[in-house]
């Protein structure tokens, strides 16, 4: 039978109802899962009692995971599966990376030339202040864009660098992120991404933009393409058009990071406790 779907936000979101996720779903329910994802950029599934193991099957459906560096927050015996929040072990060493990076509007893929990928978070503790996670559409940014941007966008490229994004970051907020070497900074090349692309699932129109990341725009002035990026972002992530995700013990969340947006709100739990179990893959399309 095929999932239950409740939309969350009229332009970006939805909740799967009645799903089980701890044993492997047939081959229906999967593919109602996908197609959730494809028409909904994000999917919430609630109440689930998600083992790490289970999460790992789940995202190899999605496609090829790609495993944290961060060797030290991997949950033991599966790698694919890495804890992000501020707990600590009892001898007061962090138990789980403190994601600063992602108090921006982002999307995880844009440091990547493969911008397909599924990120993947399971809540397995959450503050009773903060933590929660910000979306916005992609797709419908660009359907509700006006003509006069549309036209400045069309057939041209952008270029994303990673170390743009982390220098930004520790210029903005020192100890938010950690210098890199040369050798560090020389494993992050510039990346070139249309701006303007299609869907390869749904055919659907969106722009891709990351914007702390964003280094130019082919045809325009380093001081162009920021106001530019900024307007364009500006834009996709105007109120009225996020969807804001308060986040339950037993969520599942997962999202297209082509086709959406994402930003953490501020990690100040004032004394709360988080843990989220996140898993990352590689999707690939024929
Ligand atoms: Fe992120």
Redesign the pocket.
């Known amino acids: 039978m095929p999932l239950a779907l409740r939309p969350l936000h009229p332009d970006v979101g939805v909740e799967v109802l009645g799903c089980d996720l701890s044993h492997p779903l047939d081959d229906e329910q999967f593919q109602s899962l996908l197609d959730a994802y494809h028409r909904h950029s994000v999917v919430v599934v609630r109440g689930q009692s998600l083992a790490a193991p289970a999460q790992a099957g789940l995202l190899r459906r999605f496609g090829t995971p790609k495993i944290s560096q961060r060797k030290e927050f991997h949950v033991p015996g599966t790698p694919e599966i890495g804890r992000v929040g501020n707990t600590r072990h009892p001898d007061g060493t962090p138990s789980a990376f403190l994601?600063r990076?992602?108090n921006l509007w982002?999307?995880?893929t844009a440091s990547d030339q493969h911008v397909d990928g599924v990120?993947m978070l399971y809540c397995v503790m959450t503050p009773q202040v903060g933590g929660d996670t910000l979306f916005a559409s992609m797709g419908r940014a660009y359907e509700t864009l006006p003509a006069d941007l549309k036209a400045r966008i069309d057939g041209r490229t952008v270029v994303h660098n990673f170390n743009q994004h982390n220098d930004y970051l520790l210029a903005r907020n020192p100890g938010s992120a950690q210098p890199l070497s040369e050798a560090d900074r020389a494993k992050w090349p510039d990346r070139e991404h249309e701006l303007v692309q299609r869907h390869p699932v749904t055919g659907r129109p969106l722009y891709f933009i990351s914007p702390t990341l964003v280094r130019g725009i082919s045809g325009y002035s380093d001081e162009q393409a920021q106001r530019l990026s900024a307007e364009l972002v500006a834009h996709a992530t105007r109120p009225e058009a996020v969807y804001r995700h308060k986040w339950q013990v037993g969520d599942l969340v997962f999202w297209d990071?082509r086709a959406s947006l994402?930003?953490?709100s501020p990690a100040d739990y004032q004394g709360g406790q988080r843990l989220m179990h996140r898993g990352y893959a590689y999707v690939h399309y024929a």
Do not use: E, I, P
Request: aromatic share 10%; proline share 0%.
């Open positions: 994601d990076y992602g982002h999307s995880d990120t990071n994402h930003s953490a």
